[in-house]
């Protein structure tokens, strides 16, 4: 059989490696994106459902985040243990330095976290000292924000 037969299987024998990874022939024929689409450098975007991406400060990725939070547990710098917490008390954190926001009625202190935010501080403006649920769930609702902010907890509002 040489390279270019057919087996029984009806599938082509002696393809080359080449054909595997697409080959310089396949590679040059794949489009690339507009020069014009590119935002290298700029603070925000939209993407196709028109949410604003923000570039976020150096050291400020998920994973800093998150090295953070693995040497810090306790960034809300509550008492160690969930408080009880009032909406009247959620009311007076809401200013950049000391802010407070609830979801699925739980509190956070997101001073820490403000700057670590992907869609950026503005957003999250909306709902400081206030109860920003609905917020959330209608921008990331598949994100496990307790896990996030495990070490943002204060308590429970009630």
Known sequence: M????INSDRKPVGMSIND???GPNVRSQLRK???SSLTIGSSSSNNSRGRQKVVLKPGHSALDWATMKRTNKNLAGSCGYPLK????????HNKLDDFWIVINRKVFNLTPYLDFHPGGIDI???CAGKDGTALFNKYHPWINCDRI???CFLGYLV
Do not use: H, Y
């Not at 917490?85 to 007076?92: A, F, G, H, L, Y």
């Open 124 to 126: 999250l403006k909306q």
């Open 149 to 151: 902010l495990d070490s």
């Open 2 to 5: 040489s390279n270019n037969e």
């Open 33 to 35: 994106p507009p020069a």
């Open 85 to 92: 917490i009032s909406k009247e008390e959620v009311q007076k």
């Open 20 to 22: 595997l990874r697409g």
